[in-house]
């Protein structure tokens, strides 16, 4: 099931991204990885400003996907999935859900260059490498000039039919 996040979810949104994050250790370089990956107070401010839907197994909240609506475009934010729940599909099923909300025709994604399991499952979905990644999220995102140096933008087209 696919629900909206509420502040009282911030133990287990903090829990799955840091947990879920791990998984980023050899492909982020050493100055830009740290633990906990998102700290709780970045994570506070994260939540008001993000879009946070989360899939529930069993009354437990194990996936995590942000949407955040910029201008012209729509930004996926901080995907994740518990390690133990991973390759359930669940990812795919909050990105469909999300790409079905966003209002605007152009959804991006920015995640680590080396990060190839990634890029790849955003390619599964019908996202492109974008060649201008360095003013997309100079433009759309607030993070460090290594982050940017080190990071990758992915973007699809979202079709509506009337």
């Known amino acids: ?4 996040c509420q502040p009282a979810d911030l133990g287990r949104l903090y829990s799955i991204i840091n947990e879920a994050a791990k998984a980023y250790q050899s492909s982020i ?10 700290p709780r107070e970045e994570l506070r401010r994260e939540l008001e ?4 839907y989360g899939w ?9 996907m942000g949407i955040e609506p910029i201008g012209d475009v729509t930004l996926i934010r901080h995907a994740y999935v518990s ?3 991973q390759r359930r599909g669940i990812a795919s099923k909050l990105l469909d859900y999300l790409k079905e909300m966003a209002n605007t025709p152009r959804l991006l994604v920015g995640t680590w260059a080396d990060a190839r399991w990634a890029i790849s499952f955003y390619e599964k979905h019908g996202f492109k490498l974008l060649p201008d990644k360095d003013e997309l999220l100079e433009r759309y995102w607030d993070i460090p000039r290594r982050q940017i140096e080190t990071s990758v933008v992915l973007g699809v087209e979202v079709v509506r039919l009337i």
């Open 1 to 4: 099931m696919i629900r909206r």
């Open 56 to 64: 529930e197994e069993d009354g437990e909240l194990v996936g995590i």
């Open 49 to 52: 400003r993000i879009s946070f």
């Open 83 to 85: 390690p133990r729940w």
């Open 29 to 38: 370089p050493a100055d830009c990885y740290h633990q906990p990956y998102m």
